[in-house]
């Protein structure tokens, strides 16, 4: 079985300042990886994923996240923020395989301040 | 290419009463997988499935939630005497044909449902 965790619930912070949003997994087998951000009252829009190849993977909105297998982390970042990145943002895992269902964290609220 | 559909976009209903939330997949989807996000919460997988199949219906309550997605039409995710606890957005994701990899979940607006 996967997990998902999410340990910042909320993270404020100024407008064009950096920003990162933290998320570990725990899984027994390969999993894809996937981060998704969801505005008040919206669904969810994909901002990125990692399948494979480059560790390293640029998504919209100058989001990009880093996968590290040792560290089993998908650490998502911005190096400058704007007031419209404020959201609930979401990382999520799926096996590789079989049903491909999507385990989510808990979610991390982004508060830009002006 | 229009995005996933979901209707209504909020629903109320008395406890007791059947809810009924629809979810028509983008065009050429044939994987549809259902999703509970309870208040404060992140999204819990509730079923997965596939024209005419529930494939992995793992997440779903045992009792008074069932869920079809039949050869015509938009699948269906019915909860039967509903309680306040079920109160709680409802989101619909597909995703294409599945050849051997992993493809990227598309999510519609979701249902948001109120038990009075």
């Known amino acids: 079985a996967q997990s998902v965790t999410q340990l910042d619930s909320q993270v404020p912070v100024f407008e064009e300042a950096p920003v990162e949003l933290r998320c570990n997994y725990s899984?027994?087998?390969?999993?894809?990886l996937f981060w998704y951000v969801q505005y008040p009252n919206q669904g969810l829009q994909l901002l990125l994923k990692?399948?494979?190849?480059?560790?390293l993977v640029k998504g919209i909105n100058g989001f990009e996240a880093e996968f590290n297998k040792s560290q089993t982390s998908f650490h998502l970042r911005k190096p400058s923020v704007h007031i419209s990145d404020t959201a609930e943002y979401f990382c999520?895992?799926?096996?590789?395989?079989?049903?491909?269902?999507?385990?989510f964290g808990t979610g991390t609220r982004l508060k830009v301040l002006a | 290419n229009a995005g996933v559909m979901q209707n209504p976009r909020h629903l109320v209903r008395r406890r007791g009463q059947e809810a009924r939330l629809r979810c028509s997949p983008m065009?050429?989807?044939?994987?549809v997988y259902w999703y509970r996000q309870l208040p404060e919460e992140g999204l819990k997988f509730m079923v997965y499935?596939?024209?005419?199949?529930?494939?992995?219906e793992s997440g779903m309550p045992k009792e008074r939630f069932s869920a079809e997605f039949p050869k015509e039409g938009p699948s269906i995710l019915r909860i039967q005497q509903v309680v306040r606890g079920d109160s709680a957005a409802y989101f619909c994701?597909?995703?294409?044909?599945?050849?051997?990899?992993?493809?990227?979940?598309?999510f519609g607006p979701g249902t948001r449902l109120t038990v009075l």
């Open positions: 994701a597909s995703s294409p044909i599945i050849v051997g990899v992993s493809d990227t979940q598309y």
């Open positions: 899984s027994s087998v390969s999993v894809y």
């Open positions: 990692y399948l494979s190849g480059s560790t």
């Open positions: 999520a895992v799926s096996e590789t395989s079989g049903t491909y269902k999507y385990i």
């Open positions: 065009k050429g989807h044939s994987h």
């Open positions: 499935l596939q024209k005419e199949n529930i494939i992995d």
